[in-house]
């Protein structure tokens, strides 16, 4: 910095300098935040394994690899360093689901859990007058096993 240029800033006044130190703060978060986060990046479920996705249908394990074999189910990817693992995304689950469903109507409840057309919506309350009961962590949880 020159001399002048020097003095200038030491006589500046606070709310001036306040301001610019914000302006030139926030550019640099910005910056930060736009090389941190690109605007175009987005989030992805992870793929299930074969013994997650049996799980969550509620199926062995061989009869969900014997069903993609057979070509009953969607194929899975393939990963891993000799890629021998095989992985199921969400909508595949989704979709064996409804193939199972169809396949065996006795136990359609079973893979599709869902509500069925006249059934009436369930309200469940979770409640403590005593702040941090952990209420919140409860409803979580329950809201994760019942979906």
Do not use: C
């Amino acid at each position: 910095m020159t001399g002048a240029m020097a003095h200038k800033l030491e006589n500046e006044p606070s709310l001036a300098k306040i301001t610019r130190h914000s302006l030139l703060l926030a550019a640099q978060l910005q910056a930060l935040r736009s090389q941190l986060y690109p605007p175009e990046a987005k989030k992805s479920l992870k793929t299930f394994t074969s013994r997650e996705a049996a799980s969550m249908v509620g199926i062995a394990e061989s009869t969900l690899r014997q069903m993609s074999l057979d070509g009953e189910s969607a194929v899975p990817e393939l990963h891993g360093k000799d890629n021998r693992r095989r992985a199921y995304t969400l909508a595949q689950i989704n979709e064996l689901r409804e193939h199972l469903a169809h396949k065996r109507p006795k136990e359609a409840l079973a893979f599709l859990p869902r509500r069925r057309a006249g059934e009436k919506l369930q309200i469940i309350a979770i409640a403590n007058f005593k702040g941090g009961s952990a209420k919140t962590t409860t409803t979580i949880h329950l809201a994760h096993f019942l979906a």
